[in-house]
RNA sequence: GGCGCUAUGGUGUAACUGGUUAACACGUCGCCCUCUCAAGGCGAAGAGUUCGGGUUCGAGCCCCGAUAGCGCUACCA
């Protein structure tokens, strides 16, 4: 029994990865499996160089701990799929020879304008496999010409009418599922930088890792016929494919940084503690059953404690085929509860601890201190100074975030337009400087006006200690958190204005 | 638009192979405790199980149909 995750470098680590992890881990300890991690960084355009080692941190933080990985090796690595191109190159020549897959030479643009047209007549966006169709010599032709190519899955009676052809598999959690092929796009393999999409990448590395259960989110469902018939056209077993729940927002849209924090980061910097998320994402899709009356009787439990339990527990109780499939609500309020109620639980000197590893380490206080020393004339003035650093939340008032040449509105429409700055921005102060810079000399804001918003939002006050510094070791996850926070705030704000 | 998945209080979940007044936790409200705020204790409101049919003595659980939400629909994962 192997299972695995697999995360993209893309950017801080997500919770979304963490609750997939967790019923990984719990799959692979309830049957002496091993757990993988495998990084799929084969997008150059989305690859953020720092978010390997982040996705590490965070998932270490957990404790979930896997078994093989880029870190700690493997008898099936390497687990970093950007040093596996050669194997990928290496299948995929043979889908070509067996005729699985072909050369496609259309051009991106090519292909956007298709799918533009096919949109403007309600047809679904379908590529329409000019180079599917290609004969031998006109592949060999353009091949010739030194046209770029991608290599696409020839989906089997794809090009046929709807009901010529179908792909059904099972997933453990709803059954079988069907797709026809006529609904099926001929999926790209191979980009033409030479680098595989997902679904090969995928497909290839989870037979050659010896993958038995492919666990992953629920999103995954539709491409899953592409990945079966990769499986067969190499004539490889299918895993059992386990499609979880999505995590949601509040409004049951799939869970996104605009609506929640979705940064692992954030949530430890913030103070929230390994185990209360890692029982919190247990009760997500449900699983955990909960105590029979003749269980709470026996054993003589505690309701209250009904929704809490360890990791170990979870092993131990978790059952995957009572997962229920309606997407949870990742419910900040409940979470929140969740923590209250571990920190609560620690005894004086393990709560003394916790707040020295967390909020007042010596690290973070490093950071802190030499933004405010020359700013201070007795040390007692550090908490007045500093305050932002360890608050969960502050919502400055108007008069004083508006800047005095500038009127509320105004100020409410720049506001957003810096949080899109800031997402883009690599979090040291020199970037954070110039594309800050940028947008304020573009949309006609003073330096001074747009940092004293910034600042207001940040710290709550008109006086900080040097805002860039702050923010880069406030840190990028919960500085942001707070730019949304304080923009839902004022939004609720003017619905209330304008009720009245 | 097409395809797919899903559907129990505001939120997360329960309800053994269909069997009485749909349970637990969070949240909300009230009371108690208390210098305050929490915590803790006690209590309350809140769903008749998306809707409409059907099968059955009996349906949240089974069948059919509708609706809604969500996901996918990229040389992103």
């Known amino acids: 029994m192997r299972v695995r995750i697999a995360p993209s470098p893309?950017?801080?680590?997500h919770v979304g990865t963490a609750y997939i992890g967790l019923l990984n881990y719990l799959f692979a300890k309830q049957r002496g499996g091993k757990f993988v991690l495998r990084i799929e960084d084969t997008d150059r355009t989305r690859f953020v160089?720092?978010?390997?080692?982040?996705?590490?941190?965070?998932?270490?933080?957990?404790?979930?701990?896997?078994?093989e990985g880029p870190d700690v090796g493997g008898p099936?690595?390497?687990?970093?799929?950007?040093?596996?191109?050669?194997?990928?190159?290496?299948?995929?020549?043979?889908?070509?020879?067996?005729?699985?897959?072909?050369?496609?030479?259309?051009?991106?643009?090519?292909?956007?304008?298709?799918?533009?047209?096919?949109?403007?007549?309600?047809?679904?966006?379908?590529?329409?496999?000019?180079?599917?169709?290609?004969?031998?010599?006109?592949?060999a032709a353009a091949l010739a010409e030194g046209k770029p190519f991608t290599i696409r899955l020839r989906v089997p009676d794809g090009d046929r009418p709807a009901g010529t052809a179908s792909t059904t598999f099972r997933d453990e959690l709803r059954g079988d599922i069907t797709f026809d092929h006529f609904n099926v796009d001929d999926q790209v393999l191979m980009k033409s930088d030479g680098f595989p999409t997902y679904h090969l990448a995928n497909v290839v590395d989870d037979h050659l890792m010896g993958i038995t259960d492919v666990i992953r989110a629920e999103e995954w469902i539709s491409s899953t016929p592409k990945h079966v018939l990769l499986y067969q056209a190499f004539g490889w077993d299918l895993p059992r494919f386990w499609h979880m729940?999505?995590?949601?927002?509040?409004?049951?849209?799939?869970?996104?940084?605009?609506?929640?924090?979705?940064?692992?980061?954030?949530?430890?910097?913030?103070?929230?503690?390994?185990?209360?998320?890692?029982?919190?994402?247990?009760?997500?899709?449900?699983?955990?059953?909960?105590?029979?009356?003749?269980?709470?009787?026996?054993?003589g439990l505690d309701m209250k404690l009904a929704d809490i339990f360890s990791l170990q527990e979870m092993i131990e109780r978790f059952d995957f085929n009572r997962i229920s499939l309606g997407g949870p609500v990742f419910d900040l309020v409940k979470l929140k509860w969740m923590n209250g109620e571990y920190l609560r639980g620690l005894n004086a000197e393990a709560f003394f601890q916790t707040l020295r590893s967390t909020i007042f380490s010596d690290s973070y206080l490093r950071?802190?201190?030499?933004?405010?020393?020359?700013?201070?004339?007795?040390?007692?003035?550090?908490?007045?100074?500093?305050?932002?650093?360890?608050?969960?939340?502050?919502?400055?008032?108007?008069?004083v975030f508006v800047p005095k040449k500038r009127t509320l509105p105004d100020t409410l429409a720049f506001a957003p337009e810096m949080l899109t700055v800031l997402e883009a921005a690599d979090w040291q102060t020199e970037n954070i400087d110039t594309s800050l810079r940028a947008l304020l000399t573009a949309k006609e804001w003073s330096v001074k006006e747009a940092f004293m918003l910034l600042r207001a939002i940040l710290t709550g006050k008109t006086a900080s200690p040097p805002l860039l510094e702050s923010m880069v070791v406030f840190g990028k996850a919960r500085s942001l958190d707070r730019v949304r926070r304080f923009l839902e705030a004022q939004k609720k704000a003017v619905v209330l204005a304008g009720r009245k």
């Not at 799929?81 to 995929?92: A, G, H, L, W």
């Not at 201190?369 to 550090?382: A, D, G, K, N």
């Open 10 to 13: 893309t950017g801080d680590p």
């Open 49 to 67: 160089a720092s978010s390997e080692q982040m996705i590490f941190d965070a998932l270490r933080w957990t404790g979930l701990d896997w078994d």
């Open 245 to 299: 729940p999505l995590l949601r927002n509040i409004d049951k849209s799939k869970i996104s940084k605009r609506k929640n924090p979705v940064s692992l980061i954030y949530y430890r910097q913030a103070g929230y503690l390994p185990q209360a998320m890692l029982n919190f994402l247990g009760l997500m899709g449900g699983g955990m059953a909960q105590p029979s009356e003749q269980e709470i009787v026996s054993k």
């Open 76 to 139: 099936f690595g390497p687990y970093r799929q950007s040093e596996r191109t050669e194997i990928y190159r290496e299948y995929c020549q043979r889908l070509l020879d067996s005729g699985h897959a072909y050369r496609a030479f259309e051009t991106p643009e090519e292909l956007e304008a298709e799918r533009k047209a096919q949109m403007a007549v309600k047809q679904p966006p379908k590529y329409s496999g000019a180079s599917r169709n290609y004969t031998p010599e006109q592949a």
């Open 367 to 399: 950071e802190i201190v030499p933004l405010v020393q020359t700013r201070m004339e007795i040390t007692s003035q550090f908490g007045d100074m500093a305050d932002f650093f360890f608050k969960d939340d502050v919502q400055p008032a108007a008069e």
